[in-house]
């Protein structure tokens, strides 16, 4: 059974970080393009980042760039979102995604239908 577990979220005022983690089971997650989606309360599931198998490509939204790094450690199956310098529009569920094909399209951020996995989510609040 596959399963993704997002841990890390929490509260924080504007300008704090946090590093969310994305755990696999069931999964290798070395072999798969792997992304970050965040969604607000009335909004849509968005994009955030994505990285690439080898963890050499890395994907932001234009939102996030500059203040959040994906990054991976295939040795751990794990995938991780450090989040900097967050502001209170970063304020969402933040969902770990896992897809079994490639990054190349811009690594699947225009929409969560390009991801057949997710986990749980963790919730992410920023305050002013």
């Known amino acids: 059974q596959v399963q993704l577990v997002e841990s890390g979220g929490g509260s924080v005022q504007a300008g704090g970080s946090l590093r969310l983690s994305c755990a696999a089971s069931?999964?290798?997650?070395?072999?798969?393009?792997m992304g970050w989606f965040r969604q607000a309360p009335g909004k849509e599931r968005e994009g955030v980042a994505a990285?690439?198998?080898?963890?050499?490509?890395?994907y932001y939204a234009d939102s996030v760039k500059g203040r959040f790094t994906i990054s991976r450690d295939n040795a751990k199956n794990t995938v991780y979102l450090q989040m900097n310098s967050l502001k209170p529009e970063d304020t969402a569920m933040y969902y770990c995604?896992?897809?079994?094909?490639?990054?190349?399209?811009?690594?699947?951020?225009?929409?969560?239908?390009?991801?057949?996995?997710w986990g749980q989510g963790t919730q992410v609040s920023v305050s002013s």
């Open positions: 069931g999964l290798t997650l070395s072999s798969k393009c």
């Open positions: 990285i690439d198998t080898g963890g050499v490509i890395t």
């Open positions: 995604a896992a897809r079994t094909w490639g990054c190349s399209d811009g690594g699947g951020l225009s929409g969560p239908r390009n991801f057949g996995y």
